[in-house]
């Protein structure tokens, strides 16, 4: 453990860590808040650990304080790393394959044919939407290699369609490197999905691309940033929404919740609430089951990012007013139910319920048992309703244990 691993475990999650970085930096409470643009309340809360860091809140002090998200979040665990090693174990062999991405091949790997490529990258992404990260992890440094070795092999529209199928599969392997707080190799990860996204001759790929690249400006808290780049992909995309094309109608619809996710950790609501309106009216014209590009875009989906942004925005009243009455359809993804339960968890602690927000939280085990021990937002709640629970519950005990919090 580090320096500032240790730091953060003596004083107990990103409050404790926020204060030592504060203090070491010469701010005061006050100074801290003016530069991240957060109320000094917020920052007296945080760091007394009554209140969560919020993703936002995170990106905008990290900022402030000129250090990593990663280092106020204390990913990834040590701890879990230690008592997950095969898990984790999976991580230099995934790096070791992102940074091998354009050398020749030798004779020593022979791809698949193109068709079992095909089908073992759809099943790479099926393992992703079910959060096996690792079974995934232990897949892919070996599907990526194959891939690399199959767009030199192959020419034309083959050669094209490998590069998107490269595409896909580092997006995977971005998935496994974030959800296990690998920042550093989730970025690679992102240049990868772009770098074979623009080779493979697809608009929609290249849009998805810049899906994941307006998500790594939004942790690094340009906001601003990844709305433009949001924008321009909208723009790029633009004639082929006029076809009424499914998968056009879904990437629009995508991109648009992502604006909606920047504008909330902007702090404007309006557009947030605006993009939204747009990727309903977008989820309306397609089937519930599309799955374009692995972004699983329907009308489901645009209702568990509906409870999301309410969050996003610190509004958990009406956050589990949008979750009234819903219940996500069998075929939605497991990684995006993990998350609204998630989210709905952070929307009950912020509404004030304590009992409803440990619910959720065991609801987002039951569905995604990994994303959601390892989720930094998972672990924020935690802390707060372990120390707003005087009694300390068995229940409250036994969940923090099993994420790893002392």
Not at 1 to 29: H, N, P, Y
Not at 50 to 64: D, E, I, N, T
Not at 349 to 377: C, F, K, N, V
């Amino acid at each position: 453990m580090d320096t500032r691993q240790a730091r953060g475990a003596a004083t107990g999650g990103v409050g404790g860590r926020v204060a030592e970085e504060r203090k070491l930096a010469g701010l005061t409470q006050q100074q801290l808040a003016a530069r991240a643009n957060v109320s000094t309340s917020l920052i007296r809360a945080v760091e007394q650990g009554r209140s969560p860091a919020s993703p936002a809140f995170v990106s905008a002090v990290a900022r402030a304080l000129s250090v990593g998200v990663t280092d106020l979040l204390d990913q990834p665990f040590s701890r879990e790393r230690q008592a997950n090693h095969r898990l984790y174990a999976t991580i230099p062999d995934i790096r070791r394959e992102l940074a091998s991405y354009a050398l020749p091949p030798d004779d020593t790997v022979r791809p698949r044919p193109l068709p079992e490529l095909s089908a073992a990258v759809a099943n790479a992404s099926q393992r992703r939407h079910q959060v096996d990260l690792g079974t995934l992890g232990a897949e892919l440094p070996g599907l990526l290699e194959e891939l690399r070795v199959a767009a030199y092999l192959h020419l034309g529209e083959d050669r094209e369609r490998v590069y998107g199928l490269l595409a896909e599969a580092y997006a995977a392997a971005g998935q496994v490197a974030y959800k296990l707080g690998y920042s550093d190799l989730s970025s690679l990860a992102t240049e990868r999905v772009e770098w074979a996204a623009a080779q493979s001759g697809d608009e929609l790929a290249v849009a998805a691309g810049a899906f994941y690249r307006a998500g790594e400006l939004i942790v690094a808290a340009n906001w601003p940033g990844a709305q433009r780049y949001l924008d321009d992909a909208r723009h790029d995309i633009e004639d082929q929404l006029r076809t009424g094309d499914e998968a056009a109608l879904s990437m629009w619809g995508q991109l648009h919740l992502k604006s909606g996710l920047a504008a909330a950790r902007a702090g404007s609501r309006q557009t947030a609430d605006d993009h939204l309106a747009e990727a309903q009216s977008m989820a309306a014209r397609v089937a519930p089951d599309r799955d374009d590009y692995r972004l699983a875009f329907n009308a489901d989906s645009v209702k568990i990012w509906s409870v999301s942004l309410a969050v996003e925005a610190a509004d958990g009243t009406e956050a589990v007013r949008r979750s009234a009455n819903f219940a996500p359809i069998t075929s939605t993804p497991r990684e995006r139910v993990g998350h609204y339960w998630i989210d709905l968890a952070r929307a009950w602690l912020l509404h004030g319920d304590r009992e409803r927000s440990l619910a959720s939280l065991i609801s987002a085990r039951t569905t995604a048992p990994q994303q959601t021990r390892y989720h930094p937002m998972v672990h924020e709640t935690v802390r707060v309703l372990a120390r707003a629970d005087r009694r300390r519950t068995d229940t409250i005990s036994g969940f923090a244990a099993w994420c790893g919090i002392s």
